[in-house]
């Protein structure tokens, strides 16, 4: 039946199909081996990424709170709504539907945040009311990309009371990435953009936590596998009575004053108000979608977004004549007694220069000379010192310098000198420009912070101070507190028999009928100076009522108080204010009688207590 | 001769049927593991349900002569012909193609038990052709009627089940004797074959697995995501595997399909190379023993009945297990004896059997 030859033949077949079949099935087995042994551990990885998403805790910034507590910067829950970018190909398209949002708004978000993890999601949305996500959060189920996060939010209650001293927190932006100035901290996340909050945020920050979360093919959550709690940042207390500082806010918004005033606390440095008007409100710039507002604000006339107690130097006027008489003094140029003839004019270098009452003071001695801020007096104290004594005491007292107030950016202001002259403009000091120097102009530039911490010095017997806006910062995991306390950056060197002389002159200004006199406070003895920074060169308007506003006079005040025992020094100054006496020390006056009131009040519901 | 119930079975059929059950509990216990966290968590049941029938029809067709069994190829035949025609026509739909018929609640694709019939009809058919050799003209006749089916189940569609017909035939001609120029001619027409297909007949989806396949790596988002996914899956397994039930890549659904056509991807993640090894080890014995069978067979019909069979799995095997390396084009391809699916089971284990009774009749001289 059957034939061998065929048999053969089909055998010979089946064998050769065994032979391809065994062939192949060793290649298979071999392509096994290479992907688990040799390529098994790259393998291993992939599955490991494709398993695990880990999601970034934020922790909740510290708080910032005044010296009484009261709280100043918080946080609050924002919703986000992010995209998971891992499988997202192709969905896209309905996520913007859905959304609302643009093709070309998502690709943007996208690419912004291509250097973060591939797990890590990217904020689509940000800051969403909480009603819409009450109706988005049940339809996400179709969009295993998407989800609604929860982030702490900055929220400054006090809103722009106190943005200058606070300042605000953004997203950090890739020249801060680049440059690595907060160390640890990765795109999309929100960083201390300026004063407290950009000084203390490494304080401030806290630690973030992570969650690892093992996830299906679809990208749902499964299980947990690990959860790091984020770490709360610390709380940052400051000097700031914001009580106070609400005080000056309303009266200089009350009478659109453009201006700046500091308050300190004379025997330790602490800065109790620091306003800088106009200002602005920080909320809406808090997040990562600002840039518009940003734009907004910076257009705003007389730029809100300066903090005039540090950032802006001003010409001292007439407040710089403490400064001439505390040198002349000790320089023994003058005594107590010593008198000048004021006629309303005084030639110096063939030069006539003018004091500020034409018909003339008359014979004045030092203390009418503060009291009626006779310019005439320290012109001859000037002549008599020379620009350099003049200057190096101006330095001694801290002028010139920057405080290193705990704050951003601020300036040095500017003690002129026959050095500096020489170096600015290759141009030798004429001695006419002294004369001016003696009233507080010229090329001199103070700041607010400079001028607070100077009669400070007077007020607390001789220590110059670096003032500072953090009393103390606790942990609240651990409760450890660190506590800040008086620096003296140097000293007056002036005896205590002629400081008493020029503060005797400066209490004269405001209690014996003096160019300060709108600053008395009935409860409290005031010492002070008025100033008057001029804006343009004198005479060019006849009068103050038809000089335009901008180029008005700068009007100053610097004061402390009570006289005997200071507790509070300001310094006041109010852009295009006029003459010192005009507006600067009636504003100063009436900050005091609030402060005086606010404190009695304090300590009569403490005694109740 | 009436008389040899069970007693047939030498020690190398027994080995076979042992091979062949230790294999579908490997399966049953990877079913497990694909479902227990799913809403199909009883499909093992099922399987095993499946399994017991499989097995006492394994018995009783390895007892019955295969013989007697061909006689009735050509009306099995035609059955499976009525029946795929009227899938076509009011067949419900099932994951896109219109393969199933719902009896109750088991379900049975004529396309996988056509694979046994078909194997029985040409096995006939070339047996009855009384030549030393096969030449073109003699398989023209057997290839239309291979044709109908195909075409059957092609256009239901399941191209992947209507190509596994292709090996059988092949399988047979081969061992059937056909002359070599012929093979060299059916090589080029196969070739031109394919070009119109692809130029013609195939849809995007299928041109899509096909170019996945010789370029994976630019498709891991699309298409060849799954082929990736697998890849994974069995490289990260490693060489003691992640465990039973602990394969990440299996549990988090990663692996698609994963009882049915990626089955194997997922027993390699759990239990390695250590897994690999075996399950493709207990493979080999059983090829080496349907291959024997194939060399033992008594007469021409049990010889092509088992080049036949043989091809078939060796197809499946070798497409299965190399698909889900990247190797083989993604197809739907199943594993024989592991993957889920019970008429794939059932005519793996009609298949067994018939062999088994090819065997046993290896001594018997008509």
Redesign the interface.
Known sequence: ???R??VQ???Q???I??FF??L??A???F???I???I??????L???M??IRVTKLLAPRGTIIDRNGIILARNRPSYNIVLYRS?M??KLESISNFLGLSMEYIDERIDKYWNIPISEPVILKEDIPFDIVQRIEPLLIDFPNLAIEVEPLRDYPMSDTLVHVLGYVGEISEGEIDQDIFPGVTSGELVGKTAIERMYDEYLRGKNGENTD?????GRK?SNLLRKEPITGKTVQLTIDYDLQKIIIDLMKENEYVGAVVAMEPNTGEVLAMVSMPTYNPNPLVGRFTLDKWKELSSIDNDPLQNRTIQNDYEPGSMFKVVMALAGLNEKIITEQTGFTCNGTAYFYRQPFRCNKLSGHGYTTLYDAIRLSCNIYFYNVGDRLRIDRISEYAKRFGFGFKTNIDLVDEKPGLVPSEDWKQKRYKEPWYPGETISVSIGQGALQVTPIQQAVFISALANGGKVLKPFLVKNITDKNSDETTTFGRQIRGLLGISDEDQAIVKRGMWGVVNDYGTGWGAKVWSKEVAGKTGTSQVVKKDLFKNEKETPWQFRNHSWFSCFAPFEQPEIVLAVLVEHGGDGSVTAAPLAGKILRAYFKLISEREKSLNEK | MKNRINLSFDLSNWATLLLTLLLSLIGILFIYSTTHNSSDSHLFVKQILWLLLATVILLLISNYDYNKLIRFAPILYLILIISLALLTLLGSFFGGARSWFFLKYLAIQPSELGKIITILFMAKLFSELDR??LYFKDIIKPAILLAIPVALIAIQPDMGTALTYIPIFL?IL????LRTRVIIVLIILLVVFVFLAWSFVLKPYQKDRITTFINPEEYK??SGYQIY?S?????????WGKGYLKG??SQ???VPEQHTDFIFSVL??ET??VG??IT?GLY?AL?LSL?NT??LAR??AG?FIA?GF??LL?FHF?IN??MV?G?MPTTGIPLPLISYGGSSLLSTYIGIGILINVRSKRFVNI
């Open positions: 039946m059957l034939d030859r065929g033949i089909s055998h077949r089946v064998k199909f065994r079949f065994f192949l099935f290649i298979l087995f392509k096994y081996w992907l688990q042994v390529q098994g551990p790259e393998y291993y992939l599955s490991e494709n398993r499988n190909k192709g093992v996830v299906d093919s679809t499964v | 030393p050799q399988g081969f061992v059937g004797r988002q699309g996914q890849k994974i899956a069995i490289g990260s397994g490693g060489f990440t890549q988090l659904k990663f390699a993640e390695g190379l690999v090894t493709m080999l090829f291959f194939t060399l007469d021409k010889l080049a043989v091809s060796s070798l297990v190399g390396v190797l």
